[in-house]
């Protein structure tokens, strides 16, 4: 994609979009509703129209307005994979894979062949002649896996393809493609919203927000150095602290709560203006967070206190809602090894490394 827009009247769905999906990889479009994800993977296999910039399928050009260009989708040697997986009820699960191949003219001998290879890839030998009324979710998606991967093509479009299941099956299928794509070695663009999805499956993430990419990465250089606030509170989950600036100095830059308690931060700092008494935000992921009972700390640098308001015990840990200072607060998961209460009084050790300074606003 070359600065890629597709505007709908007035409205830029899509503006200015560039990226490349390379030979391989799993490149997922990630964002909340409306971002333009879905409208990006449309024009990539055509079934949208670019408004500005251009598609280009290896040195081939798929859709330039400006050079008067457009290769149709059944044209592009892509596969897709749809949200609703498109299953026809009437036909066969042989029928419904075999679709593509029979619209391109292929011999019956081939089809058969690659219908029962990419069926048995899928886990789905021995269901050809089910229809598509007497298939599961799950099933069901892998059919519209096997329809988009039978004509052998180098790239699959894949459109949130697990949000109709449930989080068990989701959780398995989506190993099952990692693992399928590997095999297979082709490229992947996916879509979704959801972050656990796009970290699990990715080479790399595109985060999208309002028809742009804000930031485009590996799934760790992401999460743990976003370079938005979106990015930063899109993907996964953060602490946040009020603060001021109080110095900076070889050690790091140390900065002032509310109450009064001085931490140290030495992760990256966003800020432009690092003078004394510049409001800032403080941000670490939960899971970088030592917390301890208060009457139990041994005493170490970098810590907040705070109060366990609410508590819930969700089998493998406890979720708890800490009160930090100044009307401030944290959902934070807890071990099971200590005796937590609500009420009690905690010690958060915020490592220094991981605290990340932004602008307040």
């Not at 959780?171 to 972050?195: P, Y």
């Not at 990015?231 to 790091?252: C, E, K, M, W, Y």
Request: include cysteine; charge should be negative; proline fraction near 4%.
């Amino acid at each position: 994609m070359e600065g890629v827009s597709r505007h709908f009247g007035a409205h830029a769905a899509v503006d200015n979009v560039s990226f490349e999906l390379r030979r391989g990889e799993v490149l997922t479009l990630l964002g909340p509703s409306g971002c333009g994800k879905t409208t990006t993977l449309r024009m990539a296999i055509g079934l949208e129209h670019v408004s500005h910039g251009r598609v280009l399928y290896g040195s081939r050009v798929l859709d330039a307005p400006a050079e008067r260009v457009f290769v149709s989708p059944e044209d592009r040697d892509m596969g897709m994979v749809f949200q609703s997986y498109a299953i026809w009820p009437h036909m066969s699960v042989f029928e419904n894979v075999a679709f593509p191949l029979r619209t391109r003219g292929e011999k019956k001998a081939e089809i058969d062949r690659k219908v029962s290879e990419i069926l048995a890839q899928v886990g789905l030998a021995g269901f050809e002649s089910r229809s598509g009324m007497q298939l599961s979710g799950g099933q069901q998606q892998r059919v519209a896996v096997a329809r988009g991967l039978v004509g052998n093509p180098d790239v699959l479009l894949m459109d949130e393809p697990f949000s109709n299941l449930d989080a068990k099956l989701r959780d398995r299928l989506r190993t099952e493609l990692r693992v399928l794509q590997r095999r297979l070695n082709i490229s992947i663009l996916f879509v979704t919203h959801d972050q656990t999805e796009a970290l699990a499956l990715s080479d790399r993430i595109a985060v999208m927000r309002d028809g742009r990419i804000e930031q485009i990465g590996p799934p760790m250089e992401l999460y743990t150095q976003p370079a938005t606030p979106f990015v930063r509170d899109f993907l996964g989950q953060s602490v946040l602290l009020r603060a001021r600036i109080a110095d900076s100095g070889a050690d790091g830059t140390r900065v002032r709560l509310g109450d009064g308690t001085h931490l140290t931060a030495r992760g990256r700092n966003h800020l432009s203006d690092t003078a004394a008494e510049t409001q800032c935000l403080l941000s670490v992921r939960p899971e970088e967070i030592r917390i301890v009972p208060a009457d139990q700390d041994t005493g170490a640098a970098n810590v907040v206190t705070g109060t366990i308001r609410h508590l819930l015990f969700l089998g493998q840990f406890y979720e708890a809602t800490i009160d930090l200072p100044r009307g401030q607060e944290a959902l934070m998961h807890l071990g099971r090894g200590i005796d937590w209460h609500e009420g009690q009084q905690v010690h958060l050790h915020l490592p220094a490394e991981h605290l990340q300074i932004w602008d307040r606003q």
